[in-house]
């Protein structure tokens, strides 16, 4: 128990509410109100973000300046006081670290040099991973420095299923042929791509912690393509597997799993990843949450980002049907997907006052 500071350590000294609500929360105590932060809530919806993105040339150099990715980081904090502050960088960083060549295109998104086959692997190496991400480590403990006491600090990855398909199919894909032909044609060598990916992402959430984060969220953006069997084997799995790793070294940091569009399958995450809490997509119906997952996890999400762009009464809906479904249980307040470049810095402005409002 070497991880002191954390909810569960703070719980057993009597101390809970010192802890940081969002280290509450995770540790599965009824908070209210619940905390709040917003997924990518550092961006282009944010005028502040523009400015400084201007900054770097590109956007793989800007995640690894931590002079840029302090500031990022803390933007949404000093303009909304969220409960918790993410990282300001990218998945992407770890196929950039392995030695594949990553870029970033202009309204396209991540493109990289594609592997596909199992002897392309061997261009990938863990070797120079240190030194590649030594940045984002540099970053996470500045940020506890200057964050303020009350805000938690979350570290983050991409799961290996949703980096492997940005390494496959060279990019955003509508349809996954490529990494699925690959999968279901050669599991076996399929299998190494996915066990080297489990590898360096527990290495890297491993160093963030020890740099300075607090919880850990693993995003897998992409399981919703997978069918029955398959988003066992290529995401559940490799999820499940980072989370033991972690915690073999730090068995107290709280771990987020996001597999997104999971649907039905989000039962089998939340007794199997072993990770404290599940954020949901928007598509995961609320009273089927609470009755089915939230007895067993801490429940994040999952508000429609469109209605931070909507905003009026909408919103005010959306979120207090989140409160009235969720706030009885272990909830952090959370969008369901990413914040959109169109969402209105007001309206965010207004749904952090009004889940701060709430009491249960
Ligand atoms: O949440 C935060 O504020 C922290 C930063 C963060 C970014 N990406 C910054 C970013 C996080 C947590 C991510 C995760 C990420 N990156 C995911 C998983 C979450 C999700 O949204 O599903 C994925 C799939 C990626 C890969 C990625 N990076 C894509 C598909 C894109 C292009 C899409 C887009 O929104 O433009 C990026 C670029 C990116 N990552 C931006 C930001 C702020 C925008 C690029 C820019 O500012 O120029």
């Keep these: 128990m070497n991880d002191m500071g954390t909810a569960s350590g703070d719980k057993r000294a009597g101390e809970k509410t ?3 609500v969002l280290l509450r ?8 109100p619940p905390p709040i932060w917003l997924m990518r809530q550092a961006g282009r919806y944010l005028p502040e973000y523009r400015a400084l993105r201007g900054q770097a040339r590109d ?10 990715a302090v500031e990022a980081t803390l933007q949404p904090i000093r ?3 969220f409960d918790a502050a993410i990282l300001f960088s990218d998945i ?7 030695g594949q060549r990553v870029w970033f295109e202009e309204g396209v998104g991540p493109r990289v040099e594609p592997v596909s086959a199992v002897g392309e692997l061997e261009r990938l190496s863990l070797g120079g991973m240190g030194e590649a991400l030594a940045p984002v480590y540099e970053t996470v403990t500045r940020l506890r420095r200057e ?6 600090l979350i570290g983050f990855a991409g799961a290996p299923w949703t980096v492997a398909s940005y390494m496959v199919e060279g990019g955003s894909s509508k349809d996954y042929i490529k990494i699925k032909s690959w999968a279901y044609g050669d599991p076996e060598g399929f299998q190494k791509l996915i066990d080297l990916l489990v590898e360096a992402t527990s290495r890297y959430l491993i160093a963030q912690v020890e740099a300075g984060a607090e919880a850990l969220q693993i995003f897998d953006s992409w399981a919703g393509a997978l069918p029955d069997g398959a988003i066992h084997r290529w995401s559940l799995a490799p999820i499940k597997a980072i989370v033991r790793r972690v915690k073999e070294v730090h068995p107290a940091v709280p771990i987020i799993a996001f597999p997104r569009g999971a649907g039905l399958y989000y039962r089998d995450f939340a007794q199997d990843a072993g990770a404290e809490c599940l954020a949901i997509d928007t598509a995961v119906p609320l009273d089927w949450a609470r009755e089915v997952l939230q007895p067993q996890v801490t429940l994040q999400g999952n508000l429609d980002p469109a209605l931070t762009v909507a905003g009026g009464p909408a919103l005010r809906e959306g979120v207090a049907r989140i409160l009235d479904r969720l706030g009885e249980g272990p909830l952090v307040f959370n969008l369901g997907g990413g914040i959109v470049p169109a969402a209105r810095p007001e309206n965010v402005e207004a749904l952090v006052a009004q889940v701060r409002e709430h009491r249960g």
């Design 18 to 20: 010192a802890a940081k």
């Design 25 to 32: 929360a995770l540790a599965g105590e009824v908070c209210s």
């Design 59 to 68: 956007f793989m150099e800007f995640c690894l300046t931590p002079d840029l």
């Design 79 to 81: 303009r909304y006081g």
């Design 92 to 98: 992407m960083v770890i196929p950039h670290a392995l």
């Design 147 to 152: 964050l303020p006491a009350e805000t938690a």
